[in-house]
């Protein structure tokens, strides 16, 4: 791991990256069992 | 965790890092983690007995996913002659867990070039494009949680 700020580059792309993969796979529920 | 040595599993757990755990991170331990502690929210694996800290990471929210920022193995797991095994592992399972129930399982971390490839293999990170960001998505968060948390 590095430990930095991310550039406004990667804030761009880190956005866009999670805002396309909900597009296309939808939004995740999961339920954890108890205790996990 | 798995001892190295009887391989054995041992059961471990995760809670928040205390000022009085300090003196003991430094001592096994080389990053900063005073510095960190101000910045994120910080964890250490421990045993049942707690008196001992095996590993540490901090994680904080990155807009709509969780960043996690550090990790970190105790000195005595770490090398060849390592005591306990899967303590990343253990550590990334428990960053996964908290991304599933506040970020729809996503979670993120900004890798060295070098270890790029130890993330997406051994945690199923993807690699954004030819950045340094990793992300493991919903599913693969899952995966983690259903492997380190039995």
Redesign the interface.
């Known amino acids: ?4 700020e ?1 550039t406004l580059k ?2 761009k ?3 866009e ?2 805002t396309d ?2 597009k296309r ?1 939808g ?4 339920v ?1 069992r108890p ?2 | 965790m798995l001892n190295t040595v009887t391989n054995e599993k041992v059961e471990c757990f995760t809670s928040e890092v205390l000022k009085g755990d300090l003196l003991l991170i430094r001592k096994h331990f080389s990053f900063d983690w005073k510095s ?1 502690i101000s910045k994120s929210d910080t964890f250490k694996l421990i045993t049942l007995s707690g008196n001992f800290i095996h590993g540490l990471i901090s994680i904080r929210p ?4 969780l960043e ?4 970190e193995s105790a000195d005595i797991n770490l090398g060849k002659k390592k005591l306990y095994d899967r303590v990343a592992g253990n550590l990334i399972a428990y960053a996964a ?1 908290v991304a ?2 506040n970020f ?3 979670m ?5 070039t070098a270890i790029i490839e130890h993330y997406c293999s051994s945690y199923g990170f993807v690699q ?2 030819s ?3 990793l ?1 493991s ?3 693969n968060s ?1 995966k983690l ?1 259903d492997l380190y ?1 039995e």
């Open positions: 791991m590095e430990v930095r991310l990667e804030e792309m880190l956005h990256h999670i993969y909900k796979h939004k995740k529920t999961f954890l205790g996990k | 960190e990155k807009d709509d996913c996690l920022r550090l990790i867990k599933i129930e729809e399982g996503y993120m971390t900004i890798s060295k954004i494009g950045s340094q960001l992300i998505h919903p599913h899952k949680v948390y």
